[in-house]
């Protein structure tokens, strides 16, 4: 997703202003047993509606820290634009999102064009369905779902849902390699279900990235909060790569990306001449990235277990493992192009070798991120057995 690098930013600047917007306060004692201090009054001049009439807060324990933050956290963002830019359109929509505001508008002096509008509707539709778009000629704004703010969701439920649909996409990809010269019909259908768990893994990203900067997910500490936002951007990379070997095939296919939410029938007539076959060296190379998608698989599903029951120490044995692995997979890939470059291929073939070469770079970039995900996961979590 192009907007992933961009909403990371977003979250480390929101969390970096929680360190740097620093006060010094005296705690009192009031009365037996309890202890008061003062709130910056500037702070509580910035409250509206709700907020400065109910004037209640939460206190959030995090290890050593109390964080205070306000009951109600309705917010309004708004701001002028004078553009026909489709992307800055959604550059603010996202930001106001991941920032945490309940509320963002955008006015023009004029008119808003229909590529505009457009792109809000289907930009604000894959961010969260419990937004609701309220547009005009010359005003865009999405507001919270009164009911749907009844029930939040769980940070760790939402990474759990991440990790599914991350397994889940590593095995259609392993049946599109499998079909894809085989079965055009069948590739068109799996590189769709690809693209629609692509922007399920966006979205769930970007939701688990809004509860961090909202403060709303129960973490002991903000070394915890914050390890959990880079391995769920680390996972939503995961996702891009997934896509990417869609790209590739459709390459093969001479189809535009964009077109996949067409029809398979108008598809299929897109692709036109048969797609042919891969010879025996190609079809020993499919086999070779059938087998890494397996392990891939493999791999997943114990960070997945590791991480979600809380044993993320473990992670330490599976390092070695995943760099010899990802290592591997260059290697592979290196002597299958030497061996085709010594045999040489048939002109068609010859045209997609590129695609197909490409196709085994997306697994090893998820190999990467799989390391990357053990390594944050050791850094923020590993601790020695220090017992005699």
Not at 9 to 16: A, C, K, Y
Not at 291 to 319: F, G, M, P
Request: glycine share 6%; aromatic share 8%.
């Amino acid at each position: 997703m192009t907007w992933t690098l961009h909403s990371f930013r977003i979250v480390q600047h929101q969390l970096g202003e929680i360190m740097t917007q620093k006060y010094r306060k005296k705690v009192t004692k009031s009365g037996k047993g309890a202890f008061s201090l003062y709130i910056p009054k500037k702070w509580i001049d910035g409250w509206k509606g709700e907020q400065a009439k109910d004037r209640n807060v939460d206190l959030i324990q995090m290890d050593d820290l109390l964080i205070i933050s306000p009951v109600q956290k309705s917010s309004l963002k708004s701001v002028r634009l004078d553009s026909d830019s489709v992307d800055q359109v959604k550059h603010f929509l996202l930001s106001c999102y991941v920032r945490g505001f309940e509320s963002a508008e955008i006015i023009t002096r004029t008119k808003f064009t229909d590529e505009q509008i457009c792109g809000a509707r289907s930009f604000v539709r894959s961010l969260d369905d419990r937004l609701t778009l309220e547009i005009t000629e010359n005003r865009i704004a999405y507001d919270k779902n009164a009911a749907a703010m009844l029930s939040r969701p769980d940070a760790m439920q939402l990474q759990r849902l991440l990790f599914d649909k991350l397994l889940e996409g590593v095995r259609l990809m392993e049946e599109l390699v499998e079909h894809f010269d085989r079965n055009p019909r069948r590739g068109i259908h799996l590189m769709q279900m690809l693209k629609l768990l692509e922007e399920d893994t966006d979205r769930l990203g970007l939701q688990i990235l809004r509860l961090a900067s909202r403060m709303e997910i129960p973490f002991e500490n903000l070394v915890d909060l914050y390890y959990f936002v880079l391995t769920t951007n680390t996972m939503e990379n995961i996702g891009d790569s997934m896509f990417g070997m869609v790209r590739d095939v459709c390459h093969i296919y001479n189809l535009d990306p964009a077109k996949l939410q067409y029809p398979p029938d108008t598809l299929m007539k897109e692709v036109g001449k048969p797609v042919e076959r891969l010879d025996s060296s190609l079809d020993n190379l499919r086999q070779t990235y059938v087998a890494h998608l397996k392990t891939c698989s493999k791999n997943i599903e114990t960070l997945k277990r590791l991480t979600l029951s809380d044993e993320t120490e473990k992670v330490q044995a599976l390092i070695g493992g995943l760099t010899l692995f990802r290592d591997t997979i260059g290697e592979d890939l290196g002597k299958s192009i030497k061996n085709m470059l010594t045999k040489g291929q048939d002109s068609l073939q010859g045209q997609s070798l590129p695609h197909l070469i490409r196709m085994g770079y997306r697994i090893s970039d998820i190999a990467a991120k799989l390391e990357e995900f053990s390594k944050h996961s050791v850094t923020f979590h590993f601790s020695p057995d220090l017992s005699d």
